[in-house]
């Protein structure tokens, strides 16, 4: 049987494109590593050259080519001696590039097929227009071998120095690489738009991290933990009484002692066999205590306390240590900062965490049609929007650091994009779309942004792009219509703020949408509803977008799925009271 390994190739200078990590870029989607991974998944091992990538699977392999960069025949020399270090190296290779955005493994299988059946030392892909794909090839092993150690040097090679005479070219699909900006953002512009789930994942995985620092809880809400939160002192710190009640010593009747052991108060003197002392909720316990026997279970007569004889047997102590000890994890990395954790932080003593975020936005709206204050003019409308945003924010633990209006130029996103403020979030209202006054995606094409999300399979907020500044700010391009904007938002807004600080996602809600064959449609819709009485929600199926009336009395959005009949499970997202 015929085994194959593979290598693939993540490094370089990419120098036509400015220096980025290429092979990070998303398309559609998933990232061209992804995308080149997913190709060779059945390969027996996996070679990646380039920088070390920690979310990578433990199996593949990851080497550099030393030095770094050295072009893309030093890079499969690299490869190729880390798989000859391998047991039973395999009889082919896969040599591939992670800069083909639309590569499936019905490709590489087809090249394999060929490699398999024929007498070729190696097979490439050639695009549609004849031009081949030297990095799009399986070899025979025992030729790339000869091929490599053939060169006097393998440094600033270019592949063809490796081709062999005996070749074979296949004409395959997809196989179009992305060398410069243009062309990738032709690919991106040519995938389909992106699944609501296919987004988050993109936002929460391919958004930049914001950096960790230490600050206090109570002024950090909305962060998120960036290593796990251990106490500085055990809880409780003494034994307590956990009720209202007695300690007692040994067996009863107890002898009631005149003192009282109360909370905040000083610990009472130590209990004798056969002692009780009366107690308060959260008192230190006397030394000797057997236990603690709340008000209702005992009666006292002439100083001497029993347990009455349908009481049940309790231990009402909560002893020292019994929620943590010092040094415990009270909450996991990725925890958010809510008023519980900055609660748990007091309690467990903890002064400063480690943390990203909170996260701080601008929020810009745009169009010369929207007027904030002052009388409307001939053709204007209210921004009923833009003044509840900053409110609408911070319901996803988001700050809003300041809210401006752009108007309809041609380069006007080119100032915002370039301002040097501090923000790690641009919240762009309108100009999303391909319209003539949408200006913000030639502006981001201009800035050299990357690309996160470029269209959205949703409606509303198809038009929704998502994408990120060289050393920041994020990006969040909304549709203009104030429903669709805000249904965007809440719709993206968590997995934005999950990729910056790295919080653990929520878990999703998920409920029977009782009018589902109703409401749904050929695409997925994001709708407001109702609670419904008998469980689940009632979602409206006319909603206008230039306003949020729609909103009044809702309790939440739902996401309904193409072609959903009644009763289908549905995903829930509150809105705040």
């Not at 591939?96 to 190696?122: C, M, Q, R, W, Y």
């Not at 000797?288 to 006292?300: A, K, M, S, Y």
Request: hydrophobic share 45%; aromatic share 4%.
């Amino acid at each position: 049987m015929t085994t194959v390994d593979a290598i693939v190739l993540a490094g370089g200078r990419a120098t036509r494109m400015g220096g980025v990590d290429k092979p990070a870029i998303a398309v559609g989607g998933r990232a061209m590593l992804t995308v080149a991974l997913d190709a060779v998944a059945d390969c027996v091992r996996t070679v990646v050259v380039g920088p070390h990538r920690p979310e990578l699977a433990p199996e593949i392999r990851q080497v550099q080519e030393v030095p770094a960069g050295a072009g893309p025949v030093a890079a499969v020399a690299c490869a190729v001696r880390a798989l000859e270090e391998c047991d039973f190296p395999a009889d082919l290779v896969v040599v591939l590039a992670a800069d083909l955005p639309f590569l499936t493994a019905a490709v590489i299988g087809e090249l394999i097929g060929h490699a398999t059946t024929s007498d070729a030392d190696a097979v490439f892909a050639t695009d549609e227009s004849g031009r081949p794909q030297y990095l799009v090839g399986v070899w025979r092993r025992t030729a790339l071998l000869s091929a490599l150690r053939q060169l006097d040097s393998v440094t600033n090679q270019p592949m063809k120095a490796l081709v062999p005479v005996d070749t074979l070219m296949v004409t395959l699909p997809g196989i179009t690489d992305c060398d410069t900006p243009e062309q990738v953002r032709a690919a991106q512009a040519a995938a389909p738009a992106l699944s609501l789930a296919q987004a988050r994942e993109l936002l929460r995985t391919g958004i930049t991290r914001l950096p960790v620092h230490e600050a206090r809880p109570a002024a950090v809400r909305g962060a998120a933990l960036a290593a796990p939160l251990r106490a500085a002192s055990a809880l409780p710190r003494f034994d307590v009484s956990a009720m209202d009640g007695y300690a007692v010593s040994g067996e009863q009747p107890w002898r009631l002692r005149h003192d009282v052991g109360f909370a905040g108060g000083e610990r009472p003197v130590g209990l004798l066999a056969g002692e009780a002392v009366r107690i308060a909720t959260g008192a230190h316990v006397p030394e000797g205590t057997d236990t603690v026997v709340r008000d209702e279970f005992v009666r006292l007569d002439d100083g001497l306390l029993r347990r009455l004889p349908e009481a049940p047997i309790r231990d009402d102590v909560r002893h020292r240590g019994e929620d943590w000890h010092s040094g415990d994890i009270v909450a996991a990395e990725g925890t958010p900062v809510t008023a519980a954790l900055i609660s748990v932080a007091t309690a467990a003593e903890v002064v400063t965490a480690q943390v990203r975020g909170p996260v701080r936005a601008r929020i810009v709206m745009t169009g010369d049609e929207i007027r904030s204050e002052g009388p409307l003019h001939s053709g204007q409308t209210r921004d009923s929007v833009g003044p509840v945003f900053p409110e609408l924010l911070s319901w996803h633990g988001i700050e809003s650091s300041d809210r401006v209006h752009l108007r309809d130029t041609p380069n006007g996103f080119d100032d915002v994009l370039t301002d040097t403020t501090d923000d790690h979030l641009l919240v762009v209202v309108g100009a999303t779309g391909g319209g003539a006054a949408d200006q913000l995606r030639g502006a981001l094409d201009r800035a050299g942004a990357r690309i996160l999300v470029h269209r959205l399979r949703m409606r509303p907020g198809g038009s929704t792009v998502v994408a990120e500044l060289r050393g920041g700010p994020v990006i969040l391009g909304l549709p203009g219509n104030p429903y669709a904007a805000v249904a965007t938002l809440w719709a993206l807004a968590p997995a934005i703020v999950s990729g910056l600080t790295g919080r653990t996602p929520a878990r999703v809600r998920t409920g029977p949408l009782r009018n589902a064959g109703d409401v749904s449609g050929p695409v997925p819709r994001i709708l407001p509803a109702r609670a419904a009485d008998a469980g689940g929600w009632t979602a409206d199926g006319h909603i206008r977008t230039a306003h949020l009336a729609g909103l009044l009395d809702r309790d939440g959005l739902v996401v309904v799925p193409p072609d959903a009949t009644d009763g289908a499970l549905v995903e829930y997202l509150p809105l705040p009271g």
